[in-house]
C-alpha cells in the first residue's frame, strides 16, 4: 500500500467550476502537507501549505486538512483554463517528501 | 526567487551508456534531491544530498548513483542505463532553517525536469 494516496482523474470540468482534489494518507508521523502544480513539461510549483487541521484560503484556492481521517484536499474555486495542470499532494514529517500520483485537471472554456 | 536549473530538457541515450544529468541552484539550499516521475506513480526520491559529499539513498536508488562536490551543483548518473530508466528526472532543492515561517520548512523548490528517453 502506497503512504499517499490520490486518484489520478483525468478530471475535465467547465470553466467557472468548483474543482475538488482528494488524497488520502497513511503515516501519522506526517505534519507538513502541501499542494503542488504542475504544468505541462514543467516542474511542479508550490501551491499551498499548511500543518495543521482546518482551512487555509488563498485566493481561489483552499487546502483542507483532517489529520484525525489522515484526509487532505484542495479546492479550486471559479476554475479557469489557466488552472489546467497536474495537481500533486505532498506530505512530510521530516525533510523528506512523500507525493501522490498527481491528478490530471482540465478546464474548458 | 529561486532558481534550479537542469543542464538539459531532453535527452536521448543508448542502453548501456553512462549519462550525467546536472542540476544547480543559487539560493545556497542545503539540501538537493533527485527524484524520476512516471505516469500513475508520481514522484519517487531516487537519492538526496544534506550537505557537500554527503548523500543518502531514496526509495529507488538502484542503477543510480549520485556526487555533490559543491553545495549548489547536484549530479545524478546513471552507470549504465537501461529502458527502464525511461523517465523524466526532476532535481529539487530546499533550506530546512528557512522560509519556515512563510513557506514551511519542507517545502521543496523544483527544476524543469529532464526527460529521458534511453534506447
Known amino acids: 500500500q502506497k503512504e499517499v494516496e490520490q486518484d489520478p482523474g483525468p478530471l475535465s470540468v467547465p470553466e467557472g467550476a468548483i474543482v475538488s482534489l482528494n488524497c488520502t494518507y497513511s503515516?501519522?508521523?506526517?505534519?507538513?502537507f502541501m499542494w503542488y502544480r504542475q504544468y505541462s513539461r514543467k516542474g511542479p510549483e508550490l501551491l499551498m501549505y499548511?500543518?495543521?487541521?482546518g482551512n487555509k484560503e488563498d485566493g481561489r484556492f483552499t487546502a483542507q486538512v483532517d489529520k484525525s481521517s489522515k484526509y487532505i484536499s484542495l479546492f479550486i474555486r471559479d476554475s479557469q483554463p489557466s488552472d489546467s495542470a497536474t495537481y500533486l499532494c505532498?506530505?512530510?514529517?521530516?525533510?523528506?517528501?512523500?507525493f501522490g500520483a498527481g491528478t490530471t485537471v482540465t478546464v474548458r472554456a | 526567487d529561486v532558481k534550479v536549473t537542469q543542464s538539459s530538457r531532453y535527452l536521448v541515450k543508448r542502453t548501456g551508456e553512462k549519462v550525467f544529468l546536472e542540476c544547480v541552484q543559487d539560493?545556497?539550499?542545503?539540501?538537493m534531491f533527485w527524484y524520476r516521475q512516471d505516469p500513475g506513480l508520481g514522484l519517487r526520491l531516487i537519492y538526496f544530498?544534506?550537505?557537500?559529499?554527503?548523500?543518502e539513498k531514496g526509495d529507488i536508488p538502484e542503477g543510480y548513483s549520485v556526487s555533490r562536490e559543491k553545495k549548489e551543483r547536484f549530479s545524478l548518473i546513471l552507470e549504465s542505463a537501461s529502458t527502464n530508466q525511461t523517465s523524466m528526472y526532476l532535481c529539487?532543492?530546499?533550506?530546512?532553517?528557512?522560509?519556515?515561517?512563510?513557506?514551511?520548512?519542507?517545502?521543496?523548490?523544483f527544476g524543469p525536469g529532464t526527460r529521458l528517453l534511453v534506447l
Open positions: 505532498a506530505m512530510s514529517g521530516d525533510y523528506k517528501l512523500s
Open positions: 503515516n501519522s508521523a506526517f505534519q507538513y
Open positions: 499548511t500543518y495543521s487541521s
Open positions: 539560493m545556497d539550499h542545503e539540501n
Open positions: 544530498s544534506y550537505d557537500v559529499k554527503m548523500k
Open positions: 529539487a532543492s530546499n533550506h530546512p532553517r528557512g522560509d519556515i515561517i512563510i513557506k514551511g520548512p519542507e517545502t521543496q523548490y
